[in-house]
């Protein structure tokens, strides 16, 4: 079922003993399961989806090792062909003042996809990404107009900055379309428009990041916000191992009995990887 908005995920039990059985949707539907997985983001799963119970130990430390990414505003542009030149690379990321690299807008990414694959354009153009992390807080509290206003002048910056490698860009601008942390709070329904988690201090390696498994049993998170974090490939990755984990959880995937327990082991909230 798609275009169905969740409203709470369903448990039985209490403690140790709680267990995800199934979940509600928005329209009051009940649908009920052995296991339930959670492609939004762990911080979003217990907060909104499992509001009534209780915050699990191993997702409290989940929140003191990381904070939330921020979003970003991007334009999807449609331009001229002859506007790059000749040897023009896929991506470029654009750094001016390292010591502002992590502020709102400093560090500018542009992706041109269309010179790997040109069936991703219509014929004749090429199509640009640009993009630069930016906060919610910095969209809140403006009327449509200014709304709109500042989505424009945003955009005119970001396409005036990668002059140096395109020049002539914003003159061979055929089609744009311009979107906010606003824009990606809406359509990916993520708090903020968040992208994923960043540690809050230095990890010590990749081992603290929360698998699939959670503490309540049945219940399983997937995408960004668990190992091994954004990205596409990551994404994927984590959907891969997330199958993989609960057809073996439910016997329906052979397991190597002598590692599956120790593997087990060190995801548990008690032992290595929450000490790490």
């Not at 014929?123 to 206003?149: C, L, R, S």
């Amino acid at each position: 079922m798609y275009r169905a908005n969740v409203r709470e995920i369903l448990t039985e039990g209490e403690g140790d003993k709680l267990k995800a059985v199934g979940v509600q949707l928005a329209d009051d539907s009940v649908f009920h399961g052995q296991t339930v997985i959670s492609n939004a983001t762990r911080w979003d799963t217990f907060k909104y989806l499992m509001e009534q119970q209780a915050l699990p130990k191993s997702e409290q430390l989940c929140r003191k090792r990381y904070k939330n990414n921020p979003s970003f505003i991007f334009t999807h542009m449609g331009v001229k062909a002859d506007v790059l030149p000749q040897g023009a690379q896929c991506h470029h990321i654009i750094v001016e003042i390292w010591q502002k690299m992590q502020d709102p807008h400093e560090t500018l990414l542009v992706s041109v996809p269309s010179l790997l694959d040109p069936s991703v354009c219509p014929k004749g153009p090429h199509g640009v990404h640009i993009f630069t992390p930016d906060w919610a807080d910095n969209w809140k509290g403006m009327t449509t107009q200014q709304y709109e206003q500042k989505k424009k002048e945003a955009a005119n910056a970001l396409v005036e900055r990668p002059k140096a490698f395109f020049p002539g860009l914003q003159e061979a601008t055929l089609f744009m379309e311009v979107g906010s942390p606003t824009t990606h709070r809406k359509f990916l329904n993520r708090a903020d428009g968040s992208y994923g988690p960043i540690p809050s201090r230095r990890p010590l390696g990749m081992l603290g990041m929360p698998f699939n498994r959670t503490a309540v049993k049945g219940l399983y998170c997937v995408g960004d916000s668990t190992f091994p974090g954004q990205g596409v490939n990551a994404v994927v990755f984590s959907g891969f191992g997330c199958v993989h984990r609960v057809l073996c959880d439910l016997g329906k995937q052979p397991t190597i009995p002598i590692l599956d327990p120790v593997y087990n082991g060190l995801l548990r909230e008690s032992d290595v990887r929450d000490r790490a």
